[in-house]
RNA sequence: CGGGGCGUAGCGCAGUCCGGUAGCGCGUCUGGUUUGGGACCAGAAGGUCCCGGGUUCAAAUCCCGGCGCCCCGACCA
């Protein structure tokens, strides 16, 4: 049974948000403030994530390596905007031991003052710092040149307001920085990455993104430019999805990473840094998700299949089991992730519930009447219920998966541009974003004050400056805010 | 950090105004009957009522002070 799609914008939307989390099983609030427990169900999701852009990273010719969670106080201060941009929001380590006082209770133990640090240890709200502290060591010639690394660690960014997956104290995710002889080099890394979040997200995501640059009060503390991949979510917010900077020779100067050129002068090296983090699990939930919970596209489902048996006499059950357990057997050889779940005492319609609010793609009833006819019944999670002959059992299997894929992406698709509004004049662009929200696109002047403007009077933000092929047809030639001329189309909306 | 809501069994909640035996639903356990869209009957287990003080013969309930969680705002991936 197709689900109605959720309430959008309203207070129900972060409520169901929860719920499809907590139904989902995928994760929890933990005992410390603002940090997220993710659940196995959760992590799994995660792995695949990984899996699958890691594979994407090392086809780019990219390395994983590790750096300190630690970064010494000072290292985030030598570049200027982004000390600014991190100073309010990071955890401190200024001690290194406890002592017992021979109290009781919560006073039974106390910071020992002799173990003060000489100098604090920042855990890492993001690594440039130290990262480049050591491009440093290692970078002397062009021939060193270009080192392009990633590594997959957590970050630490102590933020006022959290939200499981979107924005937590602690978070996952991956940053890749890497160092090259010139800027063309450096903007070509940056533009390539933002292209493999895109075909991430499209992909495996059933994401459908918007790519751009963002403006300077957007921007990435301490880089040159930032691009981002934006999707737009059921509520009508947007959804940050993975940032890509090029960094000029900001951090190259302030931790002096120079090499020698082919001519035999000396030059800093061209930076970037990209990533992507837990937050795309919950992209993925507000995307996708509806009233009967989680909708996981298959390529990231932790279950793509699930075998419901279904029987009533011990003859029967023993019948539905030779070919469940089969089926099983087979659609696992094709390389399908499947559960067969043979819990007694719940009847089928309970299983049901519960593995579509896990967001199970694919579910495969089988009962008698299927092992008569010898087919099973194959109910998908967006809606429809057909049988399946058994030959060709796994194959059909993977072709309704891919159909399930295909239809979330080109579902989210429809909904983003049903929920965009293009050209639009500024009384129209206050209408949009009081009532319905969504992508806005119109000219914008280029000014930082009107852009702050439109932000405190509509709540809306510039997501990007679109790249080519989502610009409209015809290009806005006045500013949608103050009527100065144009200097770009952008596009806007509230914004996680 | 500002505004609002909340904290009682594993989960969801009632009880708080107006102090007097700790309750309900779901889940769990036992037994039986069930099983094609959330099963039913019978029985059972399960609690520092967030923490610390105070008032009172008596506090989940009233008073004071903490802590934590959720939602909205500012900030952010």
Request: with cysteine; charged share 25%; net charge neutral.
């Amino acid at each position: 049974m197709p689900a109605e799609k959720i309430t959008p914008r309203a207070q129900d939307f972060s409520e169901w948000y929860n719920d499809v989390i907590a139904q989902a099983e995928l994760a929890d609030h933990s005992p410390v403030r603002g940090c997220m427990v993710i659940r196995p169900h959760g992590y799994r999701i995660w792995e695949l994530m990984q899996g699958a852009l890691d594979g994407m990273f090392k086809a780019t010719g990219h390395k994983n390596a590790y750096f300190p969670l630690f970064i010494p106080q000072s290292f985030l201060a030598k570049e200027a905007e982004h000390v600014e941009g991190f100073a309010k929001e990071v955890a401190l380590v200024t001690h290194t031991r406890l002592k017992a006082t021979g109290k009781a209770g919560a006073e039974a133990i106390m910071v020992d003052p002799d173990s003060k640090l000489e100098e604090p240890l920042v855990v890492r709200p993001t690594s440039e710092t130290i990262i480049y502290a050591m491009f440093a060591k290692w970078i002397q010639s062009y021939r060193d040149l270009p080192v392009l690394l990633n590594q997959w660690c957590n970050v630490v960014r102590w933020e006022m307001r959290t939200r499981l997956f979107l924005r937590t104290t602690e978070f996952l995710w991956q940053e890749g920085h890497t160092a090259h002889a010139t800027e063309q080099d450096a903007e070509a890394e940056a533009r390539q990455m933002l292209g493999v979040y895109r075909k991430f997200q499209e992909e495996w995501v059933a994401m459908p993104v918007i790519t751009g640059a963002k403006t300077a009060s957007e921007k990435f503390a301490g880089a040159l430019r930032t691009y981002a991949v934006e999707a737009l979510m059921q509520d009508n917010k947007a959804l940050q999805a993975g940032t890509s900077h090029n960094l000029g020779q900001n951090f190259a100067r302030a931790f002096n990473v120079q090499y020698q050129t082919a001519a035999g002068g000396l030059d800093y090296v061209w930076n970037t840094s990209w990533g992507v983090s837990t937050r795309m699990i919950g992209g993925l939930i507000m995307l996708h998700g509806d009233d009967h919970g989680l909708v996981c596209p298959p390529m990231l489902a932790p279950i793509q299949v699930v075998i419901v048996p279904i029987w009533k006499s011990d003859e029967e059950k023993e019948q539905v089991a030779a070919l469940a357990t089969r089926i099983r057997a087979e659609v696992a050889q094709a390389g399908v992730r499947v559960e067969l779940d043979f819990r007694d005492g719940l009847k089928p319609g309970a299983k049901y519930f519960e593995w579509e609010a896990k967001g199970v793609p694919l579910r495969l009833e089988v009962g008698p009447r299927d092992v008569a006819a010898g087919q099973v019944m194959a109910a998908r999670r967006t809606g429809g219920k057909a049988p399946i002959k058994l030959e060709d059992l796994s194959a059909r299997v993977a072709a309704a998966l891919q159909e399930i894929q295909l239809l979330l992406f080109h579902a989210a698709r429809e909904r983003r541009e049903a929920n965009s509004l293009r050209g639009v004049t500024k009384a129209q662009f206050i209408d949009f974003m009081k009532g319905p929200g969504g992508f806005a696109y119109g000219g914008f002047c280029g000014s930082a004050d009107c852009e702050a403007e439109i932000k405190k009077e509509t709540a809306a933000t510039i997501r990007v400056l679109p790249d080519a092929e989502f610009r409209s047809p015809e290009q806005p030639k006045k500013c949608m805010w103050c009527g100065m001329t144009s200097v770009a189309e952008a596009v806007w909306a509230q914004a996680y």
